[in-house]
């Protein structure tokens, strides 16, 4: 094992895991990242439907200030029309505490995203000017307790909230009382404890959790596999758009990627956006930062295990596969991290970062030994002997610090993100997540009128 070459710099969490527990936390998350996994869970809910004879029921919950949820229930009717599924609607609060990380960041980038990618899945936009206060966020939440139509009234309801005329139209709709609000609630966010989940925007279906527009494309490649389409299209309702690329569209640009080594999000997308930046003439700067929770971000056990299922199954979809795993929380990732300004000075960081990533979340080596660095470094094409006399030296900190500051300055706070810039390194455009590549893409087109 090698040896703890340096102290706890400032900023960085002492996440270093006892031997047994990295071991059982890397076999859990490589059982729950298995696509035999998937399958069986899949095939399991259907023998169990079957068996209590019961029909295909959506489960969905929603947050009437959220704005992902805006988005999310638009879709309800559109999917009640075309698959043989009944719907059942929660309400609930949303996250809170360490699943609620950096909550005034987070309220508006989801306003901004949403707003953003709503065209593109044919909804109407989230973003608004209009203040959404406690007294409004209360009537929505009473008028929807009371509705007997919620797939038609959530839609209108959201746009009134966004828009600001809520208390204008309320008089058109049958309002619940305050206690009969509060247990509607209450159920919600206990059925949403109970499934093991703690956010809004979130359908569930067959023991399966699918995240707002964004999964619904997985979703509803389940239902028609199971024969539920109604209609004769073998084409989603709501499809994720496709990355789009276009030679050399983006000459002259540059992609700042900011990325870590301990996030399965990044190890799925990462060499495609190599790839992407490449075909499409971007010149790509790398900016890593320190794991979330290795700079004080809080992960829930729940929080994770969502995570790591959900980045297999993503990774999945662009044809690839992740796991098994080897967690390489706390020392791994700064060993690694010690390496990666030689690694620049190299010109072969990004090589390094893609092996790094590639063997603790694709290959299931155990990157804290010193067979599994060498592992990264040979595939890397980087020498071993001049790496050993520099690993776990300091001095990597302050570039990591600033990629942070930096990726905070626009909006963001986790990783991958993304920030285009022009040829003068002005700002166009920025998203956060693996599945926001293609709406990169889209802006790069947009600029250039492809």
């Known amino acids: 094992m090698l040896k703890q070459k340096f102290s706890e710099q400032k900023g960085a969490a002492t996440m270093n895991p006892s031997k047994f527990r990295r071991w059982l936390t890397s076999k859990l998350m490589s059982r729950v990242a ?47 029309e075309r698959y043989n599924i009944d719907l059942i609607n929660h309400l609930v609060s949303g996250p809170t505490n360490k699943n609620l990380p950096e909550p005034s960041l987070l309220k508006n980038l989801a306003t901004i995203d949403a707003g953003r990618v709503a065209p593109h899945y044919g909804l109407e936009t989230s973003e608004s000017g209009a203040e959404i206060n406690k ?34 139209i309320a008089t058109e709709f049958s309002l619940a009382s305050d206690s009969d609000t509060e247990e509607k609630l209450s159920e919600g966010n206990s059925r949403l404890s109970e499934l093991s989940h703690y956010s809004g925007a979130m359908f569930f279906y067959g023991d399966e959790w699918y995240w707002g527009v964004d999964r619904l494309y997985l979703l509803e490649d389940r239902w028609r596999k199971l024969g539920l389409d109604k209609s004769i299209s073998n084409t989603p309702l709501f499809a994720r758009p496709a990355i789009e690329v276009k030679t050399n569209s983006g000459a002259g640009c540059t992609l700042e990627f900011y990325a870590s080594l301990r996030s399965p999000y990044t190890a799925l997308i990462f060499d495609h956006v190599v790839e992407f930046a490449r075909a499409s003439g971007l010149t790509l700067e790398l900016k ?34 992740l796991g098994p795993f080897w967690d390489p929380i706390g020392e791994p990732v700064r060993l690694a991290y010690s390496l990666y300004p030689w690694a620049k000075r190299e010109s072969k960081h990004v090589e390094f970062f893609s092996a790094f990533l590639s063997a603790a979340f694709r290959e299931g080596v155990n990157t804290m030994t010193t067979r599994g660095i060498k592992h990264v470094l040979q595939r890397a094409d980087l020498d071993w002997n001049h790496a050993r006399s520099i690993l776990g030296q300091s001095g990597w900190e302050d570039e990591l610090e600033t990629n942070r500051l930096d990726m905070y300055s626009f909006g963001s706070w986790g ?36």
């Open 415 to 450: 990783v991958p993100s993304f920030r285009l810039l022009n040829a003068e390194g002005k700002e166009i455009t920025w998203a956060w997540g693996q599945d926001r590549l293609w709406f990169i893409a889209k802006e790069i087109l947009r600029i250039n009128r492809w």
């Open 135 to 168: 007294e409004s966020i209360w009537l929505a939440n009473k008028i929807l307790t009371a509705s007997i139509s919620f797939a038609s009234d959530g839609p209108l309801v959201s746009s009134a909230l966004t828009k600001g005329n809520l208390k204008e």
């Open 34 to 80: 298995k696509r035999t996994s998937q399958i069986r869970l899949h095939e399991k809910a259907e023998r169990n439907r079957i068996l209590a004879d019961e029909p295909h029921v959506l489960e969905y919950f929603h947050q009437v200030d959220d704005p992902y949820s805006w988005l999310a229930v638009q879709t309800l009717q559109p999917l009640l």
């Open 288 to 321: 890593p930062v320190l794991p979330m929770v290795m700079r004080g971000v809080s992960l829930t056990r729940q929080k994770g295990l969502y995570i790591f299922a959900d980045a297999a199954r993503e990774a999945r979809a662009l044809g690839d596969e």
